[in-house]
């Protein structure tokens, strides 16, 4: 090979992409009598620098190489890059098939050893079948042992955790996660070793909804995003964060995530979900147009399939729910759950009796996972349909184990959601503690600024007799933690009991407690409670 290509070698292992892409380049121009691994190095520099179509075009040019020299590991690990990328950049599933098939029928015949587990590897990635994605996993990892081969252990060992915590099984799943890529960072592996496990890791605490590790290990990505680069990581780690923060109920946090998502180029899948993901907080803030204009400009992803199902609800169109949402096509059981969960919505809220069956599925489901925000999201429907039977009692059963669940996940939207039901179901039994569930409901959206979650809180306590404050939202200077601060001020917890609730660390409380005194002009944490207890909204 020429002197270029052997530089731009070098510079693709030592992380130089610019100069990578500049030698195989100059490469290319001269005169090779075998092109295909210029043209794979540069794929692979072309990745990291996140031009990613241009680099898909360069391995096809690389497999179509290969293919032609008869070359069978350069063309199975191309077409194995291939699969991976297709599936992760693009969520073209159909792609992704094509290649991996491709590479399976290159090895027919070959004895078993890490190529094989290589294209294993690839037809696990991101497979909704968990225990197929399990087996063929676990037969990599025993083939990297085997063999001494370091990056294909460590790929196959996030993999492994990864496939655990979709599984609900988080502490052992993250332990695997976190030895992956702490071995990766530290130097064990390649470079691209260190990009797939990391985006495994975050994408797992996105499943979990764990947002204290996805924060710190977003932290440490973004130490080797700034050294490396890695575009796609870096929207991997946007797209995990915002979406956790999301739930979690930090949503100026995750609109900035997920805005700067919004813009980037190197992953449309992602950049899709990414604006889905912000239609979806838009549209739970009320700003219906600014979701409807997000929608407009994305792909028919299942995520964006989503959000055009929660418009649609919000709009009070849900016969069009069931149009958009077929669950059967989720990609993975998190987003099955949310597709059943909408659909339960819809269907309850026009009387269709084909509540009783989605429901059913959504319960089959969490007890199929073993993940309590699954089965959180089953006692809801549970909840909502005994409300449609008017079964009050089994109504009360399920919503109250539902609330149980989504305080222990901190899930504050979902759960002001699910209170609001709970005093729809109390109402006429016992109407104190429907207006103790619908007042925590109103605090809940309120503190949210989930301007239509407020307004139906509200007119529940109207209906119940309590008036609500009308008028813009309270404490206009406070940020969306800062308010949540303060009613557990008013509650009288201390800073590690706040810690403790919000998932933060005692520092921050402490900074956001003197933030919230502040800005109110209080002296003290007694007149910050008295300050909630003169508002009959917040107590």
Same mark, same amino acid.
Request: hydrophobic share 45%; net charge negative; glycine share 8%.
């Given at each position: 090979?020429?002197?270029?290509?052997?530089?731009?070698?070098? !510079?693709?292992?030592?992380?130089?992409?610019?100069?990578?892409?500049?030698?195989?380049?100059? /490469?290319?121009?001269?005169?090779?009598?075998?092109?295909?691994?210029? =043209?794979?190095?540069?794929?692979?520099?072309?990745?990291?620098?996140?031009?990613?179509?241009?680099? &898909?075009?360069?391995?096809?040019?690389?497999?179509?190489?290969?293919?032609?020299?008869?070359?069978? &590991?350069?063309?199975?690990?191309?077409?194995?890059?291939?699969?991976?990328? =297709?599936?992760?950049?693009?969520?073209?599933?159909?792609?992704?098939?094509?290649?991996?098939?491709?590479?399976?029928?290159?090895?027919?015949?070959?004895?078993?050893?890490?190529?094989?587990?290589?294209?294993?590897?690839?037809?696990?990635?991101?497979?909704?079948?968990?225990?197929?994605?399990?087996?063929?996993?676990?037969?990599?990892?025993?083939?990297?042992?085997?063999?001494?081969?370091?990056?294909?252990?460590?790929?196959?060992?996030?993999?492994?955790?990864?496939?655990?915590?979709?599984?609900?099984?988080?502490?052992?799943?993250?332990?695997?996660?976190?030895?992956?890529?702490?071995?990766?960072?530290?130097?064990?592996?390649?470079?691209?070793?260190?990009?797939?496990?990391?985006?495994? %890791?975050?994408?797992?605490?996105?499943?979990?909804?764990?947002?204290?590790?996805?924060? +710190?290990?977003?932290?440490?990505?973004?130490?080797?995003?700034?050294?490396?680069?890695?575009?796609?990581?870096?929207?991997?780690?946007?797209?995990?964060?915002?979406?956790?923060? %999301?739930? @979690?109920?930090?949503?100026?946090?995750?609109?900035?995530?997920?805005?700067?998502?919004?813009?980037?180029?190197?992953?449309?899948?992602?950049?899709?979900?990414?604006?889905?993901?912000?239609?979806?907080?838009?549209?739970?803030?009320?700003?219906?147009?600014?979701?409807?204009?997000?929608?407009?400009?994305?792909?028919?992803?299942?995520?964006?399939?989503?959000?055009?199902?929660?418009?649609?609800? !919000?709009?009070?169109?849900?016969?069009?729910?069931?149009?958009?949402?077929?669950?059967?096509?989720?990609?993975?059981?998190?987003?099955?759950?949310?597709?059943?969960?909408?659909?339960?919505?819809?269907?309850?809220?026009?009387?269709?009796?084909? /509540? %009783?069956?989605?429901?059913?599925?959504?319960?089959?489901?969490?007890?199929?996972?073993? $993940?309590?925000?699954?089965?959180?999201?089953? !006692?809801?429907?549970?909840?909502?349909?005994?409300?449609?039977?008017?079964?009050?009692?089994?109504? &009360?059963?399920?919503?109250?184990?539902?609330?149980?669940?989504?305080?222990?996940?901190?899930?504050?939207?979902?759960?002001?959601?699910?209170? %609001?039901?709970?005093?729809?179901?109390?109402?006429?039994?016992?109407?104190? $503690?429907?207006?103790? /569930?619908?007042? +925590?409901?109103?605090?809940?959206?309120?503190?949210?600024?989930?301007?239509?979650?407020?307004?139906?809180?509200?007119?529940?306590?109207?209906?119940?007799?309590?008036?609500?404050?009308?008028?813009?939202?309270?404490?206009?200077?406070?940020?969306?933690?800062?308010?949540?601060?303060?009613?557990?001020?008013?509650?009288?917890?201390?800073?590690?009991?706040?810690? /403790? $609730?919000? @998932?933060?660390?005692?520092?921050?409380?402490?900074? =956001?407690?003197?933030?919230?005194?502040?800005?109110?002009?209080?002296?003290?944490? !007694?007149?910050?409670?008295?300050?909630?207890?003169?508002?009959?909204?917040?107590?």
């Amino acid at each position: 090979m020429s002197e270029s290509f052997e530089d731009g070698s070098a !510079a693709l292992a030592r992380g130089d992409w610019v100069q990578a892409r500049i030698d195989f380049s100059a /490469a290319l121009e001269q005169d090779t009598p075998n092109p295909a691994p210029v =043209h794979r190095g540069l794929a692979d520099a072309l990745w990291w620098l996140g031009e990613t179509d241009l680099a &898909v075009r360069h391995a096809q040019d690389a497999y179509a190489g290969y293919r032609r020299r008869s070359d069978r &590991v350069g063309s199975v690990s191309t077409a194995v890059w291939l699969s991976i990328v =297709h599936k992760s950049n693009y969520h073209n599933q159909v792609a992704a098939n094509g290649w991996i098939a491709r590479a399976e029928r290159l090895l027919v015949g070959e004895p078993p050893g890490p190529l094989h587990a290589w294209v294993k590897i690839a037809r696990a990635y991101r497979l909704a079948d968990l225990d197929t994605a399990d087996r063929l996993t676990h037969d990599a990892h025993v083939c990297a042992r085997a063999t001494a081969d370091v990056d294909l252990e460590l790929v196959a060992l996030a993999q492994l955790g990864r496939i655990q915590v979709e599984r609900g099984e988080f502490a052992a799943g993250f332990t695997l996660l976190e030895e992956a890529v702490t071995a990766s960072l530290a130097g064990e592996a390649g470079l691209d070793t260190v990009a797939y496990t990391c985006c495994d %890791l975050v994408s797992a605490c996105e499943v979990a909804g764990d947002s204290n590790r996805v924060a +710190d290990w977003c932290r440490l990505a973004e130490d080797f995003i700034a050294r490396y680069g890695c575009p796609f990581l870096d929207a991997e780690c946007r797209l995990a964060y915002g979406s956790v923060l %999301l739930d @979690h109920g930090d949503w100026d946090q995750s609109a900035e995530q997920l805005q700067r998502l919004a813009t980037t180029t190197v992953a449309p899948a992602l950049r899709a979900t990414g604006r889905s993901r912000l239609a979806r907080l838009w549209i739970r803030r009320g700003r219906l147009e600014d979701a409807a204009g997000l929608l407009e400009e994305t792909d028919d992803l299942f995520d964006s399939r989503l959000a055009v199902a929660e418009l649609s609800l !919000a709009c009070g169109r849900p016969a069009q729910v069931t149009d958009r949402l077929d669950p059967a096509m989720a990609p993975d059981a998190g987003r099955q759950a949310d597709a059943l969960g909408l659909l339960v919505e819809a269907a309850t809220a026009v009387g269709d009796p084909a /509540a %009783l069956t989605l429901a059913a599925a959504l319960r089959r489901l969490a007890e199929t996972t073993n $993940r309590p925000r699954i089965g959180a999201a089953a !006692a809801v429907a549970d909840g909502r349909v005994a409300l449609l039977r008017d079964d009050r009692a089994a109504a &009360v059963t399920a919503l109250t184990a539902g609330e149980r669940l989504l305080v222990e996940l901190d899930l504050p939207y979902v759960l002001a959601d699910c209170r %609001l039901a709970l005093a729809r179901a109390w109402r006429l039994a016992d109407p104190g $503690r429907a207006v103790e /569930a619908a007042r +925590d409901a109103w605090i809940g959206f309120h503190t949210l600024d989930a301007a239509p979650g407020t307004d139906r809180a509200a007119e529940l306590l109207r209906a119940l007799g309590v008036p609500t404050p009308g008028g813009p939202r309270g404490h206009t200077t406070l940020t969306d933690r800062e308010q949540q601060v303060l009613v557990l001020l008013g509650r009288g917890l201390s800073n590690p009991e706040i810690a /403790a $609730r919000l @998932h933060i660390s005692r520092k921050t409380v402490a900074h =956001h407690v003197s933030r919230v005194l502040t800005k109110l002009s209080l002296r003290n944490r !007694a007149a910050a409670a008295a300050y909630t207890a003169g508002r009959e909204w917040v107590n």
